[in-house]
């Protein structure tokens, strides 16, 4: 389940998201526990002890539910009692990182928040651009979370097309299949679910799709919000109801994509995605490969390098370093680059503060 977004500016809980708890029941459990005879004897031990009530709150927070954690918090603030942001420090089990500052994946996973904007997170941004239908377009390197945070952002909710130069009208509208009987019959796709039912779809690899077969959505993603089944004239014209949603994320600079003009134009927020590789560093990943990888990232950006690690490739740096030790994952990180890339990372790496002679892991 998501978790309640935590910042002020935060937009309630509505409609689209009716797996996070409405901030009414919330409410209430807190009252109730305010009210248990245990929660007032504590409160008037203040008097005694200035921040007795505070310490027994604080704890409290940390041992109930977690979707109450936030609401909480803002309780324990409104006291006067500032809560911190937790800093974990570079290297630090990734436990450690502020739990409010995640959204957990269908997955189980987790997907640490990043700021997009001055005002919101990322995920915040793509749950308020589904209420005022303004499509965004990730874009970005492989492996920064683009994919990542659309499921946190959407959750179970969430249709998703994963793109390839191969992708047909079929796979975004459906089309006939097989019965047991041997009859066909019409099976609806992903993106005419996705506007019957009022859901967020992710057309993942957007750009490897065939400008041709994806010109099939714009009439969804324009004011008509509409399409018309040319397929099977029996299902008719399709029509998108509130909540309908389209995202779009590519890797620009990979081989065989292309956007058309006509697409671009349908996605009205576009965001480069990049990786945060502070995030990296506190969700437990060595701090000299992370910032190796940002080095290598900066002169990616320069032109004098072709590839970064990003934190996909660091995510899988920590797991295999904790399975086999951190020179084996050193040289797996260099085998597991593209070829022209190798000799950088054993360059880069070198040089820093681990220091040895590394070769792309090879079995002889
Ligand atoms: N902010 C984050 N918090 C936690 N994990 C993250 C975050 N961003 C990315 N990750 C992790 O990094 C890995 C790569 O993320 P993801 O698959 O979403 O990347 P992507 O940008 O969609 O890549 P691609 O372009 O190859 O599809 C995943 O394991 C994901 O869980
Ligand atoms: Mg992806």
């Given at each position: 389940m998501a978790r309640p977004n935590t910042q002020s500016t935060a937009p309630a809980a509505n409609k689209f998201y009716p797996h996070e708890a409405p901030k009414s029941d919330v409410d209430a459990k807190i009252n109730d526990l305010k009210n248990k005879p245990l929660m007032q004897k504590i409160a008037a031990s203040d008097s005694l002890f200035p921040d007795a009530s505070k310490l027994v709150l604080t704890w409290a927070m940390q041992q109930m539910n977690a979707d109450l954690d936030p609401y909480m918090k803002n309780e324990v603030s409104k006291g006067g009692h500032a809560e911190g942001r937790s800093v974990a420090g570079a290297g630090a089990a990734e436990d450690e990182a502020d739990e409010a500052d995640f959204f957990v994946r269908p997955n189980g996973q987790k997907y640490f928040h990043r700021a997009w904007g001055n005002t919101l997170n990322d995920v915040q941004v793509l749950r308020r651009a589904r209420e005022t239908n303004q499509y965004p377009l990730l874009y970005g390197p492989p492996g920064t979370g683009k994919t990542a945070m659309t499921e946190a952002a959407f959750g179970d909710d969430l249709y998703t097309v994963l793109g390839t130069g191969d992708t047909e009208v079929a796979d975004l509208i459906g089309g006939y299949v097989q019965d047991e009987a041997g009859a066909f019959v019409w099976?609806?796709?992903?993106?005419?679910?996705?506007?019957?039912?009022?859901?967020?779809?992710?057309?993942?690899?957007?750009?490897?799709?065939?400008?041709k077969v994806l010109s099939v959505a714009y009439g969804l993603m324009d004011g008509r919000r509409e399409l018309v089944v040319t397929a099977n004239p029996s299902r008719g014209t399709v029509k998108a109801i509130d909540g309908f949603f389209v995202i779009g994320a590519t890797n620009p600079n990979a081989p065989g994509v292309r956007l058309s003009e006509a697409l671009l134009s349908r996605f009205t927020l576009h965001v480069e995605v990049t990786t945060d590789y502070s995030m990296a560093a506190r969700m437990g990943v060595n701090k000299h490969i992370v910032s190796a990888a940002k080095n290598m990232d900066a002169r990616v950006r320069q032109g004098e390098l072709d590839w970064a690690p990003q934190f996909r490739e660091l995510l899988a740096f920590r797991d295999v370093s904790k399975a086999f030790g951190e020179r084996f994952a050193i040289e797996n990180l260099i085998a597991s680059a593209p070829e022209m890339a190798r000799p950088d990372i054993s360059a880069t790496l070198a040089k820093g503060p681990l220091a040895a002679t590394y070769m792309p892991a090879q079995i002889k």
């Open positions: 099976v609806d796709g992903p993106l005419v679910k996705a506007a019957e039912e009022g859901k967020p779809i992710l057309l993942d690899e957007v750009g490897l799709i065939d400008p």
